[in-house]
């Protein structure tokens, strides 16, 4: 069937550990989240048992409806010509998403095309385009992803809050918890002020097992801890300062291991996510990295992985990066 004639526009959405943000905006729109048209859900990414992985029906239920509010009202003509999802685990987690998204996806906007993107390879293109290089993404998760065209997409961790994500804010909040639990029992390596943090964040910490560990999003729950030990650094906790300087080299670490699998000995690098707004953990980590990896250039990103997908979605079906599943999939709806 013909398109009406009138404007290509494309949708990118980015979900993380902590919510689901989306953009839609005109394909030929600046390089820049600035005008597009964005949303933010408060909707962590959910893991369940039955769907074996990343939960595409928790997911569908919040993203379809905002993606209806955001395609409302599109200039006469404007039609939605692909559809961009980076997504937390999709490497690993994602085969629920990748068979059930599609099909609604396609209904909803009318799309052609839809690209599936592990959160890392959006967190590269937003961050750094095309460009050869290596881009951490840090938040609930962490994840670090060294790009060359000789040898491609090279990840290092990345492997979910049980296995791995070090350095994350997911790692951070539970490390922290875990010195107020032994501040609470009366053993070595505790944390007065960060039991009292735990406790003015969840209320008393006996009740902290039964209300962790049976949530899905728990993730997210152990990463909201996080700023609360960054902050108790600040103040002068001595196990706090040391859980972020052990952060910053975990994530140093997986940025040098990426740039070696690339094949980048000088690579320019990109920290990307909410995680390196906590100024503490930030400056541990440029540390960490002056001492790992030297003679890498340290860039500011162009954008978040939001604005990844949407490069992502813009250059449907002509990707210059390689379709290499299950980092990146392109598909016809």
Do not use: K, N
């Not at 029906?57 to 395609?71: I, K, T, V």
């Not at 729950?221 to 300062?241: H, K, N, R, T």
């Amino acid at each position: 069937m013909e398109r009406t004639p009138g404007e290509r526009w494309v949708a990118g959405v980015d979900v993380g550990g902590s919510g689901i943000r989306l953009a839609l905006a005109p394909a030929r729109w600046p390089d820049g989240l600035a005008g597009a048209r964005t949303a933010e859900l408060a909707a962590p990414a959910r893991v369940s048992a039955a769907a074996g992985g990343q939960d595409a029906r928790a997911l569908l239920d919040h993203l379809l409806p905002a993606l209806r509010g955001l395609a409302g009202g599109l200039p006469d003509g404007a039609w939605i010509g692909a559809v961009a999802v980076g997504a937390t685990g999709m490497a690993l987690l994602g085969r629920d998403l990748a068979a059930r998204l599609p099909g609604p996806l396609a209904r909803v906007t009318g799309a052609r095309q839809l690209v599936l993107a592990g959160d890392a390879i959006t967190a590269h293109v937003g961050a750094l385009g095309a460009d050869a290089g290596v881009t951490v993404a840090g938040g609930t998760g962490l994840v670090a992803i060294g790009f060359h065209p000789g040898s491609g997409w090279r990840r290092a961790d990345g492997w979910g809050q049980l296995l791995g994500d070090c350095g994350s804010g997911g790692w951070l909040g539970r490390a922290g918890l875990e010195a107020a639990l032994r501040a609470y029992d009366g053993r070595p390596g505790g944390s007065a002020p960060l039991l009292a943090a735990a406790e003015r964040r969840y209320g008393p910490v006996t009740d902290l097992p039964a209300a962790l560990q049976p949530r899905p999003d728990r993730a997210a729950l152990l990463a909201a801890f996080a700023p609360d030990v960054a902050a108790a650094a600040e103040q002068g906790c001595p196990v706090a300062a040391g859980l972020l300087r052990r952060a910053g080299e975990e994530i140093a670490a997986t940025a040098t291991a990426a740039a070696a699998s690339a094949g980048l000995p000088a690579p320019d690098l990109a920290l990307t996510g909410g995680l390196f707004r906590l100024t503490a953990l930030h400056r541990a980590t440029l540390d960490a990295l002056a001492a790992r990896l030297p003679a890498a250039r340290l860039r500011t990103p162009d954008g978040p992985p939001l604005l990844g997908a949407l490069r992502l979605a813009v250059t449907a079906p002509d990707l210059p990066w390689p379709l290499h599943p299950p980092l990146l999939t392109l598909l016809a709806t």
